[in-house]
């Protein structure tokens, strides 16, 4: 059985760091590329950051580019996101799944983690 678990969300200041977890299990991990998706409350959910396979290759969205990296552990089964220079418009729930190239490999996500940026 597929599991996304998702963690390391919290309140921050404007400006501060935080690193998200995505830990995977129930598939083969290192064949997939993996992404963070996050959600705005009264927004859709929207793409974050993109890594390959091997972890050699990322995307990033505009809105992130410059602030927040991904990686990816995959020994370890598990991906990361590092975002610093955080702003309010970060705040929201992040999630992790396996992209396609028109939606998600697993139509189950997991519970996400919350992110606040607030002064």
């Known amino acids: 059985q597929v599991q996304l678990v998702e963690s390391g969300g919290g309140l921050v200041q404007p400006g501060g760091s935080l690193r998200l977890s995505c830990a995977a299990s129930g598939f083969t991990f290192k064949n997939y590329p993996m992404s963070w998706y996050r959600q705005g409350s009264g927004k859709e959910r929207e793409l974050v950051a993109t890594?390959?396979?091997?972890?050699?290759?990322?995307y990033y969205a505009g809105s992130v580019k410059g602030r927040f990296t991904i990686f990816r552990d995959n020994t370890k089964n598990t991906m990361y996101l590092q975002m610093n220079s955080l702003k309010s418009e970060d705040t929201a729930v992040y999630y992790c799944?396996?992209?396609?190239?028109?939606?998600?490999?697993?139509?189950?996500w997991g519970q996400g983690t919350q992110v606040t940026v607030s002064s």
């Open positions: 799944n396996a992209p396609t190239v028109d939606g998600v490999v697993f139509a189950s």
């Open positions: 890594i390959n396979n091997s972890g050699e290759s990322t």
